[in-house]
């Protein structure tokens, strides 16, 4: 399919599934979310065709906001690919988790999907080993834990898009320790860049001393969004 054709077929199931019931239409934030939304099940999908399949393929969408892409995956992907497939959407805002259950019987699939209410910190909401775990633009911390979970819970790909950082990223305070320690100016945009790079370093180490080959890629413009780096880490064998 054509890159605008995928696009033009993402917004529609938007707009379907949580615009046009609440009588509006769509906005420049949400034909954003559709192309960010678009590049991911394009990974996604490209990731389901090199798997070799012992059984039903289970996917994760982890702070998941309104599962976009959980839904999506199972729409777009996953039905038209027949595979045999489920989706486990997780979101700690129950109001939000409502949402993604009344969008969720709008789909036109058969493939099974579960909106949770849970935090992402919780082992038990867990599969064992999905196949893929995707988080979308997890802020903060979420990021942190998505990756400790995906690890633990030997996620065979994650696909994570970082958010925002605060001081509650546990590398943020190394980072800034660090920043003094190598006499990095004070000026906010030299030190926020290097702060952030530190971050980036470290979540990227810790996939690899996991055993995970990881890729980090910009996944769309930045113009989309300033958050565009897509951490693709693949668990080795
Ligand atoms: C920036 S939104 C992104 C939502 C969605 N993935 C998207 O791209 O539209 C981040 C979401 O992560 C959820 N979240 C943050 N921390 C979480 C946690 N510890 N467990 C579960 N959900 C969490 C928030 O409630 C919010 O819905």
């Given at each position: 399919m054509r890159a605008n054709d995928r696009i033009q077929e993402v917004e529609t199931w938007l707009d379907r599934l949580y615009i046009a019931a609440d009588g509006a239409s769509?906005?420049?934030?949400?034909?954003?979310?559709?192309?960010?939304?678009?590049?991911?099940?394009?990974?996604?999908?490209?990731?389901?065709?090199?798997?070799?399949?012992?059984?039903?393929?289970?996917?994760?969408?982890?702070?998941?906001?309104?599962?976009?892409?959980?839904?999506?995956?199972?729409?777009?992907v996953f039905g038209p690919l027949g595979l045999d497939a489920r989706v486990l959407v997780l979101e700690k805002n129950q109001r939000l988790v409502a949402l993604s259950r009344t969008a969720a019987e709008l789909l036109?699939?058969?493939?099974?999907?579960?909106?949770?209410?849970?935090?992402?910190?919780d082992p038990s909401c867990w599969p064992e080993e999905p196949d893929i775990v995707v988080a979308l633009?997890?802020?903060?911390?979420?990021?942190?834990?998505?990756?400790?979970?995906?690890?633990?819970?030997?996620?065979?790909?994650?696909?994570?898009?970082?958010?925002?950082?605060?001081?509650?990223v546990a590398?943020?305070?190394?980072?800034?320790?660090?920043?003094?320690?190598?006499?990095?100016?004070?000026?906010?945009?030299?030190?926020?860049?290097?702060?952030?790079?530190m971050v980036d370093a470290e979540r990227t180490r810790r996939l690899e001393a996991a055993g995970y080959v990881t890729e980090v890629v910009e996944f769309?413009?930045?113009?989309?969004t300033p958050h565009n780096l897509l951490w693709r880490a693949r668990r080795g064998k």
């Amino acid at each position: 399919m054509r890159a605008n054709d995928r696009i033009q077929e993402v917004e529609t199931w938007l707009d379907r599934l949580y615009i046009a019931a609440d009588g509006a239409s769509l906005r420049v934030e949400d034909r954003r979310k559709a192309a960010e939304v678009t590049a991911i099940l394009e990974e996604i999908e490209r990731a389901v065709k090199r798997f070799s399949r012992r059984r039903s393929l289970v996917l994760v969408d982890a702070a998941a906001g309104k599962s976009y892409v959980g839904l999506l995956a199972a729409q777009l992907v996953f039905g038209p690919l027949g595979l045999d497939a489920r989706v486990l959407v997780l979101e700690k805002n129950q109001r939000l988790v409502a949402l993604s259950r009344t969008a969720a019987e709008l789909l036109e699939t058969r493939t099974p999907v579960e909106c949770l209410a849970a935090d992402v910190s919780d082992p038990s909401c867990w599969p064992e080993e999905p196949d893929i775990v995707v988080a979308l633009h997890a802020c903060g911390p979420a990021s942190d834990v998505i990756i400790e979970r995906a690890i633990a819970c030997r996620a065979r790909l994650l696909l994570l898009v970082p958010c925002c950082t605060s001081d509650a990223v546990a590398a943020v305070r190394l980072a800034k320790e660090e920043a003094v320690r190598l006499a990095i100016p004070d000026q906010a945009p030299v030190r926020r860049r290097f702060i952030q790079a530190m971050v980036d370093a470290e979540r990227t180490r810790r996939l690899e001393a996991a055993g995970y080959v990881t890729e980090v890629v910009e996944f769309v413009g930045a113009t989309v969004t300033p958050h565009n780096l897509l951490w693709r880490a693949r668990r080795g064998k």
